[in-house]
């Protein structure tokens, strides 16, 4: 069971939500059968502290301010999506961080061209999702709740 509650953060970045593709986006993450965790609403422009802190990681790589300014230059849809492997399937979901290089049928492969406006953020691994998520989101704004497909989605 606790495997199949695995989470992952998932951000449609200002690009993706200027350019009308937070629709397109979430059916993806609904139609594959993920359970919609937490949804930010309305979007939120991000603080130059949080997203400096959500990419803390990438502090030295010369991308690193231009990456913080993009970012908070407009709303953000920050969402927690939950299932079984949803790090690992989510990263495949998105495509390659290069949307050059990211395959027809993901979401970067099919809806953007450069890397500085790759329209959406996910987690890369369970401990970075459990950080971002908690980054984001207070607890009380994680809902628990039995999704009435699971037992068509899961054996
Ligand atoms: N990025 C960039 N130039 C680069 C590499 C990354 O602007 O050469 C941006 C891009 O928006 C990417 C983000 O920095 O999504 C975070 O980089 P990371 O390597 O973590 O890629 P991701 O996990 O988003 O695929
Ligand atoms: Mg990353």
């Given at each position: 069971?606790?495997?199949?509650?695995?989470?992952?953060?998932i951000?449609?970045?200002?690009?993706?939500?200027?350019?009308?593709?937070v629709g397109d986006i979430i059916k993806r993450f609904e139609q594959k059968g993920f359970r919609l965790v937490?949804m930010?609403?309305?979007?939120?422009?991000?603080?130059?502290?949080?997203?400096?802190?959500?990419?803390?990681?990438?502090?030295?790589?010369?991308?690193?301010?231009?990456?913080?300014?993009?970012?908070?230059?407009?709303?953000?849809?920050?969402m927690?999506w939950e299932g079984?492997?949803v790090?690992?399937?989510g990263?495949?979901m998105?495509?390659?961080?290069?949307?050059?290089?990211?395959?027809?049928?993901?979401i970067?492969?099919?809806?953007?061209?450069?890397?500085?406006?790759?329209?959406?953020?996910?987690?890369?691994?369970?401990?970075?999702?459990?950080?971002?998520?908690?980054?984001?989101?207070?607890?009380?704004?994680?809902?628990?709740?039995?999704s009435c497909a699971?037992?068509?989605i899961?054996?």
């Amino acid at each position: 069971m606790a495997a199949k509650q695995e989470r992952t953060f998932i951000a449609i970045k200002p690009d993706g939500v200027q350019r009308g593709l937070v629709g397109d986006i979430i059916k993806r993450f609904e139609q594959k059968g993920f359970r919609l965790v937490a949804m930010k609403f309305p979007p939120v422009i991000a603080s130059e502290d949080l997203l400096k802190q959500h990419y803390i990681d990438l502090k030295d790589r010369p991308f690193y301010n231009g990456l913080v300014k993009y970012m908070g230059s407009g709303p953000v849809v920050a969402m927690v999506w939950e299932g079984l492997n949803v790090v690992k399937t989510g990263r495949v979901m998105l495509g390659e961080t290069n949307p050059a290089d990211s395959k027809p049928g993901t979401i970067r492969g099919d809806f953007c061209i450069e890397v500085g406006r790759n329209i959406i953020h996910g987690s890369d691994s369970v401990e970075s999702a459990n950080k971002e998520i908690s980054l984001w989101f207070k607890p009380e704004e994680l809902v628990s709740y039995q999704s009435c497909a699971f037992s068509w989605i899961y054996e």
